[in-house]
Nanobody, 121 residues
Framework: QVQLVESGGGLVQAGGSLRLSCVVF????????MGWYRRAPGQQRELVGT???????TYADSVTGRFSISRDNTNNMVYLQMNNLKPEDTAVYYC???????????????WGQGTQVTVSS
């Protein structure tokens, strides 16, 4: 029953900003690390950034200083604030979380369906 749903994508001009949100639904026992990934047209999926349960963040070199990850543990949400967007940021963005469902005792990675971000030049 666990699912992740992203929102906040859209079309923005270069230099603009967007904030992506991801909410985790379902019967959740615990959520550990979370992260954002993206897949540009014709490219492999790449890591954008991660955030631990203790809110320690890590970012890809390409987005460091421009993107910021945060999380709301009360509401089971993770955010990606994207500033100074560039055309090369155009991609489908996916959220990821390591989750242990209430039923069972297995940690596993869960993924959202993705949200499109398009940056025009």
């Amino acid at each position: 029953q666990v699912q992740l749903v992203e929102s906040g994508g859209g079309l923005v001009q270069a230099g603009g900003s967007l904030r992506l949100s991801c909410v985790v639904f379902g019967s959740i026992f615990s959520i550990n690390d979370m992260g954002w990934y993206r897949r540009a047209p014709g490219q492999q999926r790449e890591l954008v950034g991660t955030i631990t349960s203790g809110r320690r963040t890590t970012y890809a070199d390409s987005v460091t200083g421009r993107f910021s990850i945060s999380r709301d543990n009360t509401n089971n949400m993770v955010y990606l604030q994207m500033n100074n967007l560039k055309p090369e940021d155009t991609a489908v963005y996916y959220c990821n979380a390591k989750i242990r469902p209430w039923i069972g005792d297995r940690w596993a990675d869960y993924w959202g369906q993705g949200t499109q971000v398009t940056v025009s030049s």
